[in-house]
């Protein structure tokens, strides 16, 4: 049964697929004209590689039995004719589970043992050891053998107390928390630390990511799903139980996890079936929704139209049966609705801002070098045509000046190579304070820091200072980086000026994405620092696990921006060597057409023409070029949207005024 998410989800995937084709002929046609420097396609070839791989990652969060693995079943496997992933009473899901495509793995399950928490590793770094992990083969278009497999997420062992402590599942301060104890002694733990399905369905392989978590307040609950995973998900869903609303396990899992994250929100009341009441008309029940409704958006302050009353089992068996009027009256097409309407148009405009920005900063390197080398054929034929009617005297006197300024500006080269070794000096510098190292040398002042006031509840602002120093790196960084751009601006109009360059340098990468991913970080984190969770810090294992899921998140956060500042060097220099390339190639044809005209009667004629159809094509190129653009830009443009900052929609003056 299709849906109105499934709809906008495939127009998504067909706007990233032509902005990707409008992309590919672009870059192709600058290949094949030799328009595009190292930067320029490097950019290119980044935003085709991100619309193709671009994930979008929506996370269902619920306490147990709220039906969150039916909500699942109703929207992504409907299809199958059968209950796919485990949805009885009572726990079901009992590890965090990733479920999407990934085109270089087979259709299977890949599960992390529990054991690997003895480790102090990332899931991030478990996914470099592909060897620890178990896997089992899915058969997509058998649904029982998959519903079997699938079932493999509710297994648990037992373990006996000591270990299920070094583990995190039993803490001796919270008695109350812990799980019964059997009467060999043992404690039932899942047998699962993670677990990731790679699944063939159509809305999976566009991109999309399902983040099916366990209960976040469980003892033992996955410290990464909370600190990494749930923070950096696109959407969250929240689910709740309609006949319960809001109860003190799901607040706390609210107020802990999800009301301090800045992804969209959305709330499920789930099972409003179960409140259906032979002693009272529908119209009495719908009222009782309602106030449900409302009740719930007022007690976790979100707006009522964010709040979704729904029956996942009615929308499973509608969809499975193809009984359109039982889906439409689980209320899940809202939801769908909700997300076609908000989250989907927010990812595209994202991906819209990217997508210009690369236009912009091409066009103009593209424009500049159409415009350099229509600059020099213009002094090439001003130079062959001041030859007309002289003597061969005079054409071997155009020779030696020539030669002379072949000579002249070849020493240019001298500059050229002091000009790099001062920018990769400074560069080095405005990178200094975003290295590895660095950082952890931080994280080792923010250990000492907390060793000494975790107790004493200094935790947190032992963190913010930490947050604050690295937001200070950032600006550190950012200013290196403008005294980089100032001496390179000094050096381009030099250059400019005595060797007759065009160079220029595009804007300074932004710092405002790192320090609001900063931001994000210090109010995910921060919270494990408090009075609630000073037990479980002091604890080395648990410790040492979050030092480096943290660790990992900011080096994250500094490469991307050491990327970025290396990349807008590279586009500096590339420029340079690009323009160095043409500059001697134009010298060399100069030489070869007066030597053509000293040796042959006629030839200045020839060449005359010659350069002024290459004026021609440069001129059919530059129209050419502008239109493949505008293409791409007219493709990714949001109907209304606006352009980024200092963007411009006419490229043609800067070609027009250099054809002057």
Not at 151 to 170: I, P, Q, S
Not at 452 to 461: C, D, T, V
Not at 526 to 542: D, P, T, V
Not at 557 to 572: H, I, K, P
Request: charged residues 30%; proline residues 4%.
């Amino acid at each position: 049964m299709t849906t109105a998410f499934t709809d906008s989800f495939d127009q998504l995937l067909g706007w990233r697929r032509a902005v990707e084709g409008r992309a590919d002929d672009w870059l192709r046609w600058l290949t094949d004209h030799d328009l595009a420097d190292e930067a320029s396609a490097a950019r290119l070839r980044s935003l085709r590689e991100r619309l193709a791989d671009e994930k979008l990652t929506v996370a269902f969060v619920a306490e147990f039995s709220r039906g969150k693995s039916e909500l699942i079943n109703a929207i992504f496997f409907a299809d199958t004719g059968q209950r796919i992933l485990p949805a009885t009473p009572g726990r079901t899901t009992m590890s965090p589970v990733e479920l999407g495509c990934w085109r270089d793995e087979p259709p299977q399950m890949s599960m992390l043992p529990i054991d690997t928490r003895l480790d102090a590793r990332t899931l991030a770094d478990w996914r470099r050891v592909p060897e620890r992990w178990a896997r089992v083969a899915l058969s997509p278009h058998q649904p029982r053998q998959l519903a079997e497999a699938l079932a493999e997420v509710k297994r648990t062992e037992r373990v006996d107390v000591d270990m299920a402590r070094r583990l995190g599942f039993w803490d001796d301060a919270t008695p109350e928390d812990n799980p019964p104890v059997d009467a060999q002694g043992r404690v039932e733990i899942p047998a699962w630390r993670h677990v990731r399905i790679n699944y063939p369905h159509p809305l999976l392989e566009q991109g999309l990511v399902v983040l099916d978590t366990p209960g976040l307040n469980a003892i033992g609950a996955e410290p990464e799903l909370t600190l990494n995973l749930l923070p950096s998900a696109h959407a969250t869903v929240f689910i709740l139980a309609a006949d319960t609303g809001v109860t003190r396990s799901d607040l706390a899992i609210w107020r802990d996890h999800l009301g301090m994250n800045d992804s969209a929100r959305y709330v499920v009341l789930n099972k409003i079936d179960t409140l259906a009441d032979p002693m009272a008309s529908p119209h009495e029940v719908a009222l009782q929704i309602e106030a449900q409704r409302q009740a719930t958006a007022q007690t976790l302050q979100v707006p009522a139209e964010r709040v979704f009353p729904m029956s996942a089992r009615q929308a499973l068996a509608g969809r499975v049966g193809r009984v359109e009027s039982l889906d439409a009256a689980s209320g899940l097409q809202a939801l769908e609705r909700a997300l076609r309407e908000d989250l989907l148009p927010r990812r595209r405009e994202v991906l819209e801002r990217a997508v210009l920005g690369d236009v912009r900063e091409v066009s103009v390197q593209v424009d500049r070098r159409l415009a350099d080398r229509r600059r020099q054929l213009a002094e090439q034929m001003l130079e062959l045509r001041g030859l007309r009617g002289k003597s061969s005297a005079k054409v071997r006197l155009m020779l030696k000046r020539v030669n002379d300024e072949t000579v002249e500006f070849e020493r240019c080269t001298a500059r050229l190579q002091a000009l790099r070794m001062v920018q990769g000096r400074m560069l080095k510098d405005a990178l200094s304070p975003l290295s590895g190292e660095r950082l952890r040398l931080e994280f080792t002042r923010l250990q000492t820091d907390l060793k000494a006031s975790l107790l004493k509840l200094g935790g947190r602002r032992a963190f913010a200072a930490l947050c604050e120093r690295l937001r200070d790196r950032l600006r550190l960084s950012q200013q290196r980086g403008l005294e980089v751009r100032s001496m390179l601006e000094a050096s381009f109009a030099q250059l400019n000026a005595e060797y007759g360059f065009a160079l220029a340098l595009g804007d300074n990468p932004s710092l405002d994405a790192a320090l609001a991913e900063i931001d994000l970080i210090e109010r995910s984190y921060a919270h494990y620092l408090g009075l609630g969770h000073a037990i479980r810090l002091s604890n080395e294992a648990f410790m040492e696990q979050f030092r480096r899921m943290l660790l990992s998140k900011l080096g994250l956060v500094f490469e991307s921006v050491s990327s970025d500042l290396e990349t807008w060097s590279r586009a500096a220099s590339s420029q340079v060597e690009a323009q160095l390339r043409e500059r001697r190639a134009a010298f060399r044809r100069r030489r070869e057409s007066l030597e053509r005209i000293q040796t042959a009667a006629g030839e200045l004629d020839t060449r005359l023409g010659e350069l002024e159809a290459s004026e021609r094509h440069l001129q059919t190129l530059g129209t050419e070029g502008q239109r493949l653009a505008a293409r791409l830009r007219d493709e990714a443009r949001l109907q209304g949207s606006v352009e980024p900052e200092g963007a411009t929609t006419d490229l043609q003056p800067p070609l027009r005024a250099a054809s002057g």
